[in-house]
Each structure stands twice: as C-alpha cells, then as structure tokens.
T-cell receptor, first 114, second 113 residues
Framework: DAMVIQNPRYQVTQFGKPVTLSCSQTLNHNVMYWYQQKSSQAPKLLFHYYDKDFNNEADTPDNFQSRRPNTSFCFLDIRSPGLGDTAMYLC?????????????FGPGTRLTVL | QKEVEQNSGPLSVPEGAIASLNCTYSDRGSQSFFWYRQYSGKSPELIMSIYSNGDKEDGRFTAQLNKASQYVSLLIRDSQPSDSATYLCAVNRGGNAGNMLTFGGGTRLMVKP
C-alpha cells in the first residue's frame, strides 16, 4: 500500500548529540512537511519542501535542518538537541490527487533527549 | 488571538450519544478545513475535509462549515468507545501559503461505555 514511512519510530539521544530522522513516501507526492508536536499541543510546522524548494518557518530554530535528496525521501537533522526538543516529529505529504491541500501523515518518530 | 481555536476538553459523552466538536478560526480567507483524529501516542489521521458552507456527511461523521461565522464543527453520531481520541481541527492558510495547515490545539473526546 502507498504510504508515508518514518524511521526510527522511537529515538533516544543525549543532550547535544546530533540526530537524524527519516521519512519516505510511496505516494509520489511533491510536497513534504516536517512537524514537531509536543505533549498535548498542536502539531507545529517546522519546514516543508515543494519539490526541491525548501521553505523554512520563520520561528524554526537554526538547530533544525532538513534534506530532500529525491522525491521519496526527506530527512530532519537536529544538530545539537536540547531537552526542549523532546517531542513527536511528524512527516506529512501532499500532492496531486484527491485534493492538493490534503496532508497525509506518517506514524511519527518519538524523540527523547536526555 | 490564536488562529484556530478548540476547546481542549475533555468532552465526555456516553456510548451511543452524539459528540459535537467545535472549532473557530480567525482568517476569513481560509478555504479548506480538515478534521484529524489522533489516538494517544499516534499520528493524526484524516477523517473529514470540507470546503463549502453546509454539511458534509461520511458514515457516522458530519462536518459542518459556516464561513460567515468562521466556525467548523464535527458531529459523531452513535459514539463508540473506540472514538475516544483527540480531534484536531486544521485550516488551510490559503493565499501565498499554499498548502500550509494551521492546527488547533485539539479536543479530547472520551466515550464512556
């Protein structure tokens, strides 16, 4: 089945130790998003790619970077995680299909920074 | 003022009752509205989208949109314990923001057997 896959599902890292989260999709969607969701809060958009064009939200910390080497894959790099970066990280996609503005989420990666 | 507002709940309803979830938004230019269901520890799952004023029904779910009053609601008929989750309202920012969604904080629904 076409889907959005995130790896790993759970990640524990130490304060300041770089971490990379990955997202892949078989939907052939041209837009990919990264969200951060802290406990009992709304998902917060960090950045998105429209094809290869990278778009950063104004309040996304510089500590967060992203790469999209091809249509299928997107990575979230956290260069020096802090305790406040403990959260669920959600990847979503949208693209041509039923409605271009509908976003489909992967299962998420739960990151814990110790 | 938050862009998308929801009552955080919890909203508690007995099994078989109608659950009514509400959402208001501030941007009059918004054109697309979505309801996502999120179980604890899981990712959001799209359950309804609505684009025009009025009602849209899908099984036990009905989404209602009133652009003049800037609110969107979700009714769940014959509520089941498996409907217990947090329901997120999302609004497409529209305009130059393209497909960007703004989420409300979610309403936690509890359906009691």
């Amino acid at each position: 089945d076409a889907m959005v896959i995130q790896n790993p599902r759970y990640q524990v890292t130490q304060f300041g130790k770089p971490v990379t989260l990955s997202c892949s999709q078989t939907l052939n969607h041209n837009v990919m998003y990264w969200y951060q969701q802290k406990s009992s809060q709304a998902p917060k958009l960090l950045f998105h790619y429209y094809d290869k064009d990278f778009n950063n939200e104004a309040d996304t910390p510089d500590n967060f970077q992203s790469r999209r080497p091809n249509t299928s894959f997107c990575f979230l790099d956290i260069r020096s995680p802090g305790l406040g970066d403990t959260a669920m990280y959600l990847c979503a996609t949208s693209g041509p299909g039923l409605r271009g503005d509908t976003q489909y989420f992967g299962p998420g990666t739960r990151l814990t920074v110790l | 003022q938050k862009e998308v507002e929801q009552n955080s709940g919890p909203l508690s309803v007995p099994e078989g009752a109608i659950a009514s979830l509400n959402c208001t938004y501030s941007d009059r230019g918004s054109q697309s509205f979505f309801w996502y269901r999120q179980y604890s520890g899981k990712s959001p799952e799209l359950i309804m989208s609505i684009y025009s004023n009025g009602d849209k029904e899908d099984g036990r779910f009905t989404a209602q949109l009133n652009k003049a009053s800037q609110y969107v609601s979700l009714l769940i008929r014959d509520s089941q314990p498996s409907d217990s989750a947090t329901y997120l309202c999302a609004v497409n920012r529209g305009g130059n923001a393209g497909n960007m969604l703004t989420f409300g904080g979610g309403t936690r629904l509890m359906v009691k057997p």
